[in-house]
């Protein structure tokens, strides 16, 4: 799910949007809006300097941002202990507050 927004968003910023070939319109797409293409983008690369400090909590804010899943259902999928997902999720959300903030 990562890739499609971060992918959909570089595509609607890019500069070339004209050529022969058949456009196709996505429904799925319309519920992120265009002014949120730059911080999905901004996300995506604070996430990936996240991975580098912390793969395990770049991991966890995938699945519960992306991926909508619940503490309990992030610790399943990692096999971790829900207290620790949640302890991570804390600290990866302060790491990309003070990354994402002007």
Do not use: C
């Not at 890019?14 to 050529?19: I, L, N, P, V, W």
């Not at 319309?30 to 911080?39: G, K, L, R």
């Not at 992030?74 to 804390?90: F, I, K, Q, S």
């Amino acid at each position: 799910m990562r890739r499609i927004l971060v992918d959909h968003a570089r595509a609607s910023q890019a500069k070339k949007r004209s050529g022969d070939g058949a456009q196709i319109v996505l429904d799925a797409f319309d519920v992120v809006p265009d002014h949120a293409s730059t911080e999905i983008i901004e996300l995506d690369q604070a996430l990936q300097e996240l991975e580098q400090v912390s793969s395990r909590q770049a991991k966890i804010v995938e699945l519960r941002y992306f991926g909508g899943l619940t503490v309990p259902e992030t610790a399943e999928a990692l096999g971790m202990n829900p207290r620790t997902v949640d302890r991570d999720w804390a600290a990866a959300r302060v790491w990309l507050r003070r990354r994402l903030r002007p």
